[in-house]
């Protein structure tokens, strides 16, 4: 299982950008994709969640109507499309992934053996 994150940068608060998680090495349309940020100092937090068949969707409290997540069969890669952004999500962001069919989506990082490298996001006031 390899997962690489890209798309993350410097950004001006209230900007836009859009991550890619890159999968391979197994079967990516039966693992539920999720992102994850840890900043500095604080514990790593859910962000958003997609399950193997793009029909299952969850957010975390403080991105939900900022960030949408979506996933693309025949790339291979799930993408996290993070607008309104502000100061306070800076932080490095990863993508996870699971095997788990038919459960219901969670946000919980113990739930995802596998992880990518992580990118940094840094948003500007």
């Known amino acids: 299982v390899q997962l690489v994150e890209s798309g993350g940068g410097l950004v001006q608060a209230g900007g836009s950008l859009r991550l890619s998680c890159a999968a391979s090495?197994?079967?990516?349309?039966?693992?539920?994709i999720a992102w994850f940020r840890q900043a500095p100092g604080k514990e790593r937090e859910g962000l958003s969640c997609?399950?193997?068949?793009?029909?299952?969707?969850h957010y975390g409290d403080s991105v939900k109507g900022r960030f949408t997540i979506a996933r693309d069969s025949a790339r291979n890669t799930v993408y996290l499309l993070m607008q309104h952004l502000k100061p306070e999500d800076t932080a490095v962001y990863y993508c996870a992934s699971t095997f788990a069919p038919g459960v219901p989506g969670r946000l919980s990082s113990s739930f995802y053996p596998s992880w990518g490298q992580g990118t940094q996001v840094t948003v500007s006031s």
């Open positions: 997609i399950d193997e068949n793009g029909g299952s969707i």
């Open positions: 090495g197994f079967t990516f349309g039966a693992y539920m």
